[in-house]
């Protein structure tokens, strides 16, 4: 990584940013916006994409989205936060994006097939849903980001994009539009508090940054462990158990949590005790974030967005000129 680097991402604002987020994502950009020219985006089009039924709860959520940012540290000194509807740049660069990926190679991507599977449309598919991972294409070139911190259900995202670039400097023979890589994080995936998926907002199995210590206790209370470790002096199992993965991704001390396996499989280390540990941990992550939180006004965030919209246009301005002049236009 050199210095001249431009990195971008983004979060689609239907809910409040969870545990999920600040593992996967969050808490690489706390680095990289140290480093490289860092550029954050609240994707209230591609929100809207599934949720074109319910613009409120996509507008109420981009303030929350950008207090949770702010919450974790993210510094509007440091990196750019902008709101995607304010540039609208970007829907011109789809616009030309369009025409450069068929309707088979949007079916193939995995992501979006996930996706399509959990929703009802059967037959009816929104076609701004289909083509979102072209949206987001704009979003990466039209800043020339190489460098996109993301969760690893992105990479399919950033695999297009980069075709899209190959194409697009091949046919128009032009060197405007760049490629980029995604940056993962060691916890890839944060498992959700159910046990059985992702922790997601919309399946309700995440603790959010900016859950009341209550909320968060008894969400740990609940937590699956193992179903079959009844007694304390029951061998017990880490793989699955969903109180070890939270550890595994929050507790710093890894040499005290490889004893705790041990001891867990052995038998004679029961499940209160590690909740409570998890309780400790996450409790000392999630307080200093509740309280920046709090602290943040409303007029803060807009003067925020204002600013970082505007410089965003401005880059975005630049090279969608760039990119209709490689076509002729
Ligand atoms: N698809 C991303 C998500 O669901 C959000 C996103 C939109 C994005 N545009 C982006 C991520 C550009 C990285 C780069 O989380």
Request: one cysteine or more.
């Amino acid at each position: 990584m050199n210095e001249a680097q431009t990195a971008l991402t983004a979060d689609r604002p239907t809910g409040h940013l969870h545990l999920g987020h600040y593992v996967g994502s969050l808490k690489n950009r706390l680095v990289l916006q140290g480093k490289h020219k860092c550029l954050i985006m609240i994707a209230d089009v591609q929100a809207l994409s599934d949720n074109f039924d319910n613009p409120q709860k996509v507008k109420e959520n981009i303030k929350e989205v950008c207090k949770d940012y702010l919450a974790v540290g993210l510094n509007p000194d440091k990196c750019t936060i902008f709101v995607q509807s304010r540039v609208p740049e970007l829907s011109e660069l789809t616009m030309y994006y369009l025409n450069l990926v068929t309707l088979a190679r949007l079916e193939r991507n995995p992501t979006v097939k996930a996706e399509l599977k959990q929703k009802d449309w059967e037959d009816s598919i929104p076609m701004g849903f289909l083509c979102y991972p072209i949206s987001q294409a704009a979003d990466i070139t039209a800043f020339k980001a190489t460098l996109i911190p993301v969760g690893e259900d992105q990479l399919p995202m950033i695999e297009l994009s980069n075709e899209i670039v190959r194409r697009f400097n091949r046919l128009y023979n032009s060197d405007v539009l760049v490629e980029s890589e995604a940056v993962l994080s060691d916890t890839k995936r944060l498992i959700g508090i159910d046990g059985k998926s992702k922790a997601s907002k919309s399946l309700n199995n995440a603790i959010f940054l900016s859950d009341s210590e209550k909320n968060i206790k008894e969400k740990i209370n609940n937590m699956y462990t193992d179903p079959n470790h009844i007694k304390i002096t029951d061998p017990g199992t880490v793989e699955g158990n969903v109180v070890f993965a939270y550890l595994d991704a929050f507790f710093e001390d890894k040499q005290e949590l490889v004893s705790l396996k041990k001891q867990y499989t052995k038998g004679g280390l029961g499940d209160s005790v590690l909740k409570s540990l998890l309780n400790d941990v996450l409790q000392a992550l999630l307080k200093p974030i509740r309280e920046k939180r709090e602290s943040i006004l409303d007029d803060d965030i807009e003067k925020i967005l204002i600013d970082g919209s505007r410089a965003a246009r401005n880059v975005s301005q630049n090279t969608l000129r760039e990119v209709k002049e490689a076509i002729g236009l």
